[in-house]
C-alpha cells in the first residue's frame, strides 16, 4: 500500500504533538463526559431529529469544557452545537446506538462490546478514533441535519470551498467564510474543529462567527486526509492507495506517523448463534408477538412469519429498515421491488444484519398505508430448527385493512 507522503515539517508538527485528554483540544475529555452519562442512564431522544432532548443538552453542556452559552430565550438541542457534535461522534464511531422503547419513545445507549475496546486505548488513540468517526462517517444525516454537497461528510460538504482555496491554510477565514459556514459547513462541525484542536474558534453570536483560523496541527491533518479520503467513489492522487473510511484504515496510515498508535477502534466480530429470540411489537395497539428464529433464515421469511403471526396476508409490499452499528440506515426490500442498488429479503439473512442482542429494526407493510412492526432481538440462543415459530402472543392484532 502506498501511503501519501507528508514533508518533514508536517511529519514533525504530528510526532511533536502532544496527545492527552485535554490536548490538543479538549475532545477526548468531553467526549468521555457524554459517553460515562450515556453509559449510567439512556439519553432521551426526541421523536423528530432524534437528537437528545433540550433539557438533557443543557445539563450535559454545563459539564462540557468550554460550554455554550445560547443568547436566545428558549434554545432548542441545535443551539448547543458542542454537545450536538459529541452525540455525532457517538453515532459515527459505534459507541452509542439508538433503541425504540414503549410507545415509539426513543433512546441512545452505549454498544457495550465496543466501550471494552475504547477503554484499552490511550489517549492519542482515543483522539484518532474520534477523528476517524468524523472525518469517515460523520454524516449529517445521523443527527437529523442536512448539509449541502456531494456528501454530508465533513470534507465534501460545500461548506468546505470557504475553508481552503487548494488547501487549508493558517490565515484567518475571510468575512463571507465566517458568515456563510454556520449553515454550509454545519455550527456542529465548527465546534469539532475547536475540539479537536484543528482550530481557533470565536463566536460574536449564537449563529454568527467572529473568528476561525487553522491551527499548524489542523492544516497538517486535513491537508493529509482531504487527499486520501475517496468520499463519494472519486478518484484519488495517483498512486495513492490509503482510502480511510475502509476498516482500520485510520490505522494503517496513523501509525506511520506516529509509533504510539498501536490500535483504533474498529468494528466488532459479532458471534452468531444458531436460533435467536425476537419480540415483534405493534405499540399502537399494545400487542406483540415472540418468534424463533433460525440464523439462516431470510429476510423473506421472516416477513412472512411476522405477518402470518398477527394475521395478515402477505399481498402487498413490504421492506425491513434498521441501523448499522455506525447510524447509516440499511434498507432490505421486497424482491418484488427490484430496484438497483439494494438488498433484497429473499437473498439477505438473518446472519447478514449481522443479529445483536439488545439491536432493534422495523418492518413495514403495505407501502400505501404502512403498518410498522418493530422487532427487538433478544437473545440468540443454541438451540437448532429449521422453521420459524411463535413462542408467545401478547394482545389482540389490529384487522388489516
Not at 440506515?329 to 429473499?346: A, E, F, G, K
Request: proline share 5%.
Amino acid at each position: 500500500m502506498q501511503y501519501i507522503k507528508l514533508s518533514p515539517h508536517a511529519l514533525k508538527i504530528i510526532q511533536s504533538q502532544k496527545f492527552s485528554d485535554t490536548e490538543p483540544g479538549s475532545v477526548v475529555r468531553d467526549f468521555n463526559i457524554l459517553l460515562n452519562r450515556a453509559a449510567e442512564k439512556p439519553v432521551p431522544l426526541s421523536k423528530g431529529k432524534r437528537q437528545p432532548v433540550q433539557k438533557w443538552t443543557v445539563l450535559l453542556n454545563e459539564e462540557l469544557t468550554i460550554p455554550d452559552h445560547p443568547e436566545l430565550k428558549r434554545p432548542l438541542t441545535i443551539h448547543y452545537p458542542s454537545v450536538l457534535c459529541l452525540y455525532l461522534l457517538i453515532r459515527a464511531s459505534g459507541l452509542g446506538r439508538i433503541i425504540i422503547t414503549g410507545a415509539n419513545k426513543l433512546q441512545l445507549i452505549t454498544n457495550e462490546n465496543m466501550i471494552i475496546q475504547w477503554q484499552q486505548l490511550t489517549p492519542v488513540e482515543q483522539y484518532f478514533s474520534l477523528l476517524d468517526a468524523w472525518l469517515t462517517r460523520g454524516s449529517s444525516d445521523i443527527i437529523g441535519e442536512e448539509l449541502d454537497g456531494r456528501d454530508h461528510r465533513p470534507l465534501s460538504c460545500s461548506g468546505v470551498t470557504f475553508l481552503r482555496h487548494s488547501d487549508f491554510l493558517e490565515e484567518p477565514i475571510s468575512n463571507i467564510g465566517l458568515e456563510a459556514l454556520p449553515i454550509s459547513f454545519g455550527s456542529y462541525n465548527i465546534a469539532l474543529l475547536n475540539l479537536f484542536g484543528l482550530a481557533n474558534v470565536q463566536w460574536q453570536t449564537t449563529n454568527q462567527l467572529e473568528m476561525l483560523q487553522f491551527t499548524s496541527l489542523g492544516v497538517t491533518l486535513l491537508n493529509a486526509f482531504q487527499k486520501s479520503i475517496d468520499l463519494h467513489g472519486l478518484a484519488l492522487p495517483a498512486g495513492c492507495k490509503d482510502i480511510l473510511y475502509e476498516d482500520d484504515g485510520m490505522l494503517q496510515v496513523v501509525k506511520q506517523w506516529r509509533d504510539d498508535v498501536k490500535q483504533l477502534l474498529h468494528p466488532s466480530n459479532v458471534q452468531l448463534h444458531n436460533s435467536y429470540l425476537i419480540k415483534v411489537s405493534m405499540y399502537a395497539y399494545k400487542c406483540h408477538r415472540t418468534l424463533m428464529v433460525p440464523v439462516n433464515a431470510t429476510m423473506e421469511q421472516l416477513a412472512t412469519a411476522i405477518l402470518a403471526s398477527f394475521s395478515f396476508s402477505n399481498q402487498h409490499l413490504h421492506y425491513f429498515s434498521y441501523e448499522d452499528g455506525y447510524g447509516d440506515t440499511c434498507n432490505v426490500v421486497d424482491p418484488r421491488l427490484r430496484s438497483r442498488y439494494v438488498d433484497y429479503t429473499d437473498d439477505t439473512f438473518i446472519k447478514d444484519l449481522p443479529p445483536i442482542p439488545g439491536d432493534q429494526f422495523s418492518l413495514f407493510y403495505d407501502l400505501n398505508n404502512p403498518w410498522k412492526f418493530v422487532i427487538d432481538i433478544i437473545e440468540g440462543i443454541d438451540e437448532k430448527t429449521d422453521t420459524i415459530t411463535v413462542t408467545d402472543r401478547k394482545g389482540e392484532a389490529p384487522k388489516e385493512n
